[in-house]
């Protein structure tokens, strides 16, 4: 069901700064009725299916999408300005998720199955029949990402996780890429048609964040939200959901500057090298990853020198990329207009040689200046990054416990430093969702163990993951049945197993 009939939403070709031909009717409020209506309809047929069932659904999506081939494609290039070869990874990305999520849902673990059998001896008082699982929510809003065209859009991550969990999804399209939007959310009906689902199972809108985002998160109907944006963006919706008469369960991602930690003996045993890494980090896909390394710390001395150094020279080589959307190029240049005034500069990439190309920039800051001023700390969505100059290790731990919640923070060091790296752990892991050493932070590995997630304003929720096979668990509630007959049990929960799911039985974990 693709609906629409209002103002226009049209792409523009950010590497030419021309509109893409076709403009895709707004929705309205009556639009967001229609979805919520189908959606609801839908939601205990669809909740219902078969672990099979919907683990092929989930399949049949990413054949379809790569059916798409380079129609896809070019389409994506077009609308974002991404090079062909990650959005060909990321069409493999994306279709990877879905089959991870269809294992997933096959191996059933996310039902959660606890047993507490009855125990009518017991004294002073006998124990009923007690048998919990975990069903969908209900209908999900989703917000597509700018910066994910495939991999956090239509059949992104959250839609995946959703579908899974047994939960309808509306997307609302980011109104830079509708193209790619459309051509996915076909791709995705004609699955919910081929598997014989009922329509309401996914619906695609087109329209303005303001009239159909709002009036979708606030749609009685809408049980929770998965979002991926900025920071207003994402405050708005879950001031919104909260604000509802049933407050709802937002899942937004919205900004984090993933400090990078060069301790003494890792920075003074190699600072060019980290420097290379750090540039190609900063660097990548514009620097317009969530996880993008915009703040180093490090204390003060040569071996940091040598870093920035180093990073200093290797940045006039880097070329100016082309940026997601004018909008996004226009925030980039604010933001590093910001870090200009506030910060000194240690170098800049080439200068631009197209519309909407952001030049990389390096700043560098003393740790006092960094306290003291919170425009320092502020996302610079684009490959900009901020070298905090510490005095001495209290200071860093001092800059660590000054900032917001983070996605990531990365450790690089040497055995000489796990001491220093110790002490400052109980502080990074009240800050992060991901902690890593010796690697950079961009490229989020889609797997079982990932926390794409973090405390505000990283995310809304810090309770959860938005990408990997457990974010399913945020489109889930527990449901407990007490003394049922067995026929009247779901099968997950009945006393002969027959999905034989490792359940949690009278206090044992099942073979
Ligand atoms: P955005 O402006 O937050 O938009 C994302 C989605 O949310 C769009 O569909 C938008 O609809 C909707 N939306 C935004 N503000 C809203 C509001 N107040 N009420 C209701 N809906 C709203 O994000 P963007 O366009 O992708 O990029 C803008 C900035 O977001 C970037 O410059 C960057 O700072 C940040 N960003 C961060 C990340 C990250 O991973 N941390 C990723 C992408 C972007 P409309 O288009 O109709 O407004």
Redesign the pocket.
């Known amino acids: 069901a693709i609906l629409g009939h209002r103002e226009a939403?049209q792409a523009i070709n950010p590497a030419t700064d021309l509109p893409l031909a076709p403009a895709y009717p707004g929705g309205d409020g009556e639009h967001v009725d229609q979805a919520c209506a189908l959606a609801w309809a839908a939601f205990d047929t669809y909740r219902d299916t078969s672990l099979a069932v919907r683990a092929t659904f989930l399949e049949a999506i990413a054949d379809n999408i790569e059916a798409l081939g380079d129609e896809l494609i070019e389409r994506a290039v077009a609308e974002t300005g991404l090079p062909r070869a990650r959005i060909l990874g990321e069409r493999g990305r994306t279709c990877g998720q879905l089959r991870t999520f269809a294992r997933t849902v096959r191996a059933g673990e996310w039902l959660d199955v606890r047993v507490d059998t009855a125990q009518p001896a017991r004294q002073p008082l006998p124990r009923a029949d007690l048998r919990q699982r975990h069903i969908a929510l209900g209908p999900v809003a989703v917000?597509?990402?700018?910066?994910?065209p495939l991999a956090?859009s239509v059949a992104g991550g959250d839609t995946a996780s959703a579908l899974a969990a047994g939960c309808p999804v509306i997307v609302?399209?980011?109104?830079?890429h509708p193209g790619t939007s459309e051509l996915v959310g076909r791709a995705l009906a004609k699955a919910v048609k081929d598997c014989g689902l009922p329509d309401g199972v996914f619906s695609l809108l087109y329209?303005?964040?303001?009239?159909?985002?709002?009036a979708l998160?606030t749609d009685p109907r809408i049980k929770a939200v998965g979002?991926?944006?900025?920071?207003?963006?994402?405050?708005?919706?879950t001031q919104?959901a909260q604000a509802r008469p049933e407050p709802i369960p937002v899942y937004a991602?919205?900004?984090?500057i993933n400090p990078v930690y060069l301790f003494p003996a890792a920075l003074h045993a190699r600072a060019e090298a980290l420097a290379q890494g750090f540039v190609t980090s900063l660097t990548q896909g514009a620097g317009?990853?969530?996880?993008n390394p915009g703040l180093v710390i490090a204390v003060a001395g040569p071996a940091l020198e040598r870093f920035v150094a180093t990073a200093s020279e290797l940045l006039p080589a880097c070329a100016a990329q082309t940026m997601?959307?004018p909008?996004?190029f226009q925030?980039?240049e604010a933001?590093v207009g910001s870090l200009t005034e506030h910060a000194q500069i240690a170098a800049k990439g080439m200068a631009a040689q197209g519309p909407n190309q952001g030049q990389a920039q390096l700043f560098v800051a003393q740790a006092s200046a960094f306290l003291s001023n919170e425009h320092l700390q502020a996302?610079?969505?684009?490959a900009a990054s901020l070298v905090v100059v510490c005095a001495d290790d209290e200071q860093v731990r001092q800059v660590s416990e000054h900032l917001e919640g983070q996605?990531t923070a990365t450790l690089h060091l040497d055995d000489a430093d796990l001491a220093r790296a110790q002490a400052l752990l109980p502080v990074l892991e009240r800050k992060a969702g991901r902690l890593l050493v010796n690697g950079w932070p961009t490229g989020v590995e889609v797997c079982d163990a990932m926390v794409h997630g973090g405390p505000f304003p990283a995310t809304s929720d810090s309770r959860s993951t938005s990408v990997g096979t457990a974010a399913i668990l945020r489109f889930l509630r527990p449901v407990c049945y007490q003394d049922f007959p067995d026929s009247l049990l779901p099968a997950a929960l009945q006393h002969a197993n027959p999905l034989r799911l490792r359940r949690l039985f009278d206090g044992q974990r099942e073979a």
Do not use: D, P, W
């Open positions: 939403i917000f597509g990402a700018s910066n994910f956090f609302k399209a980011h109104g830079a329209g303005s964040g303001r009239e159909v985002g709002i998160v979002f991926t944006g900025s920071r207003s963006g994402g405050i708005a919706l919104a991602e919205m900004s984090s317009q990853f969530c996880t997601l959307t909008g996004i925030a980039y933001g996302e610079v969505f684009g996605l």
